[in-house]
């Protein structure tokens, strides 16, 4: 039908694609709409790629009038390093701090004392977040613009969408992240069960750690642990245009080892014992101390590479000695016998280029209440706790307002774009 099929242009690098190609992708996306709804996911995904293609990042219109690369006459401009970064994308720091609009006392509740975390150097709080919702939007990559992502699983803020700013994430939404003292968004690739159907997580565990301010490691190495910034924003994992990977995203079941995709996986683990997924990465340690959002939404924050606990080398982009809690993320999927795990992908692989289950990748936007984000950091971080479900580690924690340990309905409909 088209001289240009799908299959081949989704394994190409973004800068590699002409413009000539991106129309014949279009078309052929349109076409297969047209043909019917048992095409109309595949072209879906065809028209979304395409967007991807033509949309200038300075702009947003499609198609891109930047000039092309001089030398790489198939470079349409819009993705070539050494082309502008898009305008307007670096946010910076300090956003003021936006109190609670409602009483917080009733969201907490008395705790027995945590106990130290001797196994370990870090400080820790961790969460469970149940699955929100499902939507075609990024906040952090396409702002304003509804319906233009990849399909994105929720956790966290009830209301977080493609216009979610830090002030609409504070003064607006329910949360599941424990409960509204906690109005953050975290969202990950949604995990597609078929053609037609999401399998939702049951919930992600949310990990907050970092060194105690005290540890002469800090002092050391000259850096400045913080608690997390008002509104920090940034992305770990897969990118989907060729570049670095981020924060070691991986899968694994409920048996064997970690792997980069799903069919590594299930090239060694046994099917017939496979009753959980669990998805995870790790954001970054490291913060530039100047932007909230860099144009690559991972330029402004970096990592920090431990060996035997006291060599740390840094692994950020540019010098940032800013120390901020490293969150990971691990979602849990329930895998029942009669699940066709072989029609398992991830909403972001084709676009990514990936095997499937590949492409695993976070968002995180901050929203914390202030007074709850100083009792992380001043009991569990630095008192050197180890905190579970939302304990602050001081006798306090967070009442956990919407809990449930399995999704329901655990399948569901892919919601329609826009």
Sequence with gaps: MMNTPYDEIAKTPMAGATKEQAHDLRREGELLIKAGNNYIDGGMRRLDLARELLACPKTGEEPCECPPDEGNE?????????????EGTFIKHPLPTIASNFDTQPLYEPRSEAPKNSSDVVGA??????????????????????????????????????????????TTGDSNAMNRLNRSSYWLPALFYDDH????????TVYYKQRPSDD????????????????????????????????????KANVGGTYPDLEALLAEVPRDQITALYFAVTGPSLWDGENLDSPDHRSHVGNLEFGAHTDWKQKAVAPINT????????????????????QFRLSSDEMAGTPRGGSMHMDFFEAWDEDAKNALISGAINDFRNCSNGDFGNGTGMKHDHWNNKAEPRLVPIPERG
């Design 74 to 86: 198939d470079d349409p401009g819009h993705e070539h390093p050494d082309h502008p970064a898009p």
């Design 323 to 342: 120390l901020i809690p490293q969150i990971t993320f691990i979602r849990k999927h329930t895998i029942l016998p009669e699940d066709d795990m072989s």
């Design 125 to 170: 709080f961790r969460m469970n977040v149940p699955s929100s919702h499902l939507l075609f939007d990024d906040p952090i990559v396409y702002p304003g613009q509804p319906g233009k992502a990849h399909l994105h699983e929720f956790f966290g803020n009830f209301g977080a969408d493609a216009f979610s700013t830090y002030e609409s994430l504070r």
């Design 197 to 204: 159907h999401v399998l939702r997580g049951d919930y992600g």
């Design 216 to 251: 002469p490691i800090i002092e050391q190495w000259g850096a400045e642990p913080i608690q997390m910034p008002n509104g920090l924003r940034f992305i770990v994992g897969h990118t989907m245009n060729g570049g670095p990977v981020t924060g070691k995203p991986y899968v």
